[in-house]
């Protein structure tokens, strides 16, 4: 049986929410992202149930880099978003203020840019920024030449005010893995570990260049896209959204859309070291370390080596506790790699999920929806629905299942399906995407 019917809903409900589709969108297309959904599926959300311009209170308690905040804000609605990345919650912010942005002094600011970099590149100049000391890496991050250059366009950003400065900071931020010795396969790893070489030498100043260009003309497409020129910006609080949901007023959200991280280990905080580090928004381990524990489910290297977690009492679901048991079983003798530490990180991350519907419960208004992009996972070789899962925790949260939708039946996930450690057996489980729709009763 597909995915699909299995929900008993059929696929027209919602497009396939997948971020790539953002990769040629204004504004949206400024900042690279591994998660998130697109803006089409944030539209439709807002077209189906905040139909009136600037009628509503949009929240995303996992922001990201600003997908929801972003549309709600070019269609009038108030914006608030939770996001514990701060390199996240910056991009996010910046894209925000993208309307503010006056792009004559923008490009003013590349020419002197462009200008000041090819000076330096002729007359030998040494730069006199430094790299992060923190910021350790099993190979060099950047070739020398690249370094160089690099260090040079933070001598010039260290002269520029605000907020010229942070859209230069966001553009070296979106370039930066793309003139490094690493690259993406999902995960940060080296080139020369999937066969491709260093990168010597690059026109670090054009990248950056070409990045604030595409700044400086969505800007302009911003400020005259926004259905109310006039209201305040989106709001983006940079902390975690269960220990902050009550810093708003109970019932003043009229909309939630949202994807938490995945039940996938997927390491978003580790992913965006570079950005962290250089950024200057992390100056230690023990700075990640702090992230890492605010994630949904923490991760499973955090919570492999813990005492037992069981699942929260609060969460009286029988299918839930008997899956969690189920993996914690599974390959005893792997140790730390085997299903005890597995289970830990599952229990960890449906305990967060009720955590995140209570803070969901408090903020929405009776009747107003929440939207949750998820997706399902095989841990030890045992399908986890994730989505089923997270909707019997929300009929405990004061929420009704309106609705479970699988817009992509087939998503990527080889690190949990195919790993003999993670997974082994897949028992002929598939990877998909649903969205969650939730009614605040």
């Known amino acids: 049986m597909s995915a699909a019917a299995a929900q008993g809903e059929g696929r027209g409900a919602f497009r396939d929410p997948a971020f790539i589709a953002n990769r040629d969108a204004p504004v949206h297309r400024w900042v690279p992202w591994i998660a998130g959904f697109s803006r089409q599926f944030v539209r439709d959300a807002l077209a189906r149930h905040l139909p009136e ?236 370390k702090r992230l890492e524990e605010l994630n949904v489910g923490t991760y499973w290297q955090n919570a492999r080596d813990r005492e037992r977690i069981d699942l929260d009492p609060s969460i009286e679901n029988d299918a839930i506790r008997t899956t969690i048991g189920e993996v914690r079983l599974r390959n005893p003798d792997k140790g730390i790699y085997g299903g005890n530490g597995w289970a830990n990180y599952a229990a960890r991350y449906f305990n967060d999920c009720g955590r995140f519907l209570d803070g969901a419960s408090w903020c929405l208004r009776p009747g107003a929806t929440a939207l949750v992009v998820i997706g399902n996972s095989i841990l030890q070789g045992v399908p986890i629905p994730t989505d089923r899962f997270l909707s019997a925790i929300a009929e405990t949260r004061g929420f009704a299942v309106a609705g479970i939708h699988v817009p992509r039946e087939t998503r990527v996930g080889s690190s949990i399906v195919e790993s003999s450690v993670r997974a082994g057996k897949a028992n002929g489980g598939t990877l998909y995407e649903s969205v969650v729709e939730l009614r605040r009763l």
């Open 53 to 288: 311009p600037g009628a509503g209170v949009v929240l995303d308690p996992f922001a990201g880099v600003g997908t929801t905040l972003i549309e709600a804000d070019l269609a009038g609605h108030a914006a608030i978003g939770f996001e514990i990345n701060p390199y996240a919650a910056f991009a996010a912010r910046t894209k925000l203020g993208a309307h503010r942005l006056k792009p004559a002094q923008l490009e003013a600011s590349i020419a002197e840019f462009v200008a000041f970099m090819e000076e330096g590149a002729r007359m030998g100049r040494a730069p006199e920024a430094t790299p992060p000391a923190a910021f350790r890496t099993r190979a060099p991050f950047y070739s020398p030449a690249v370094e160089r250059k690099v260090l040079l366009a933070f001598d010039f950003m260290a002269a520029l005010d605000a907020p010229v400065a942070d859209f230069f900071r966001l553009a070296f931020a979106a370039t930066m893995v793309g003139y490094s010795n690493y690259s993406y396969e999902p995960s940060l790893g080296r080139k020369a570990s999937v066969g491709r070489p260093d990168v010597e030498d690059d026109d670090v100043a054009g990248a950056i260049a070409a990045k604030l260009q595409q700044m400086a003309d969505d800007s302009a497409w911003y400020r005259h896209a926004r259905a109310q020129p006039e209201r305040a910006d989106g709001r983006v609080l940079e902390r975690s959204f269960f220990d902050g949901f009550d810093t708003l007023d109970e019932g003043s959200a009229d909309l939630l859309v949202t994807s938490p991280p995945y039940l996938n280990n997927y390491h978003y905080n580790r992913n965006t070291r570079p950005h962290l580090y250089w950024l200057g928004f992390c100056s230690s381990p023990d700075d990640l």
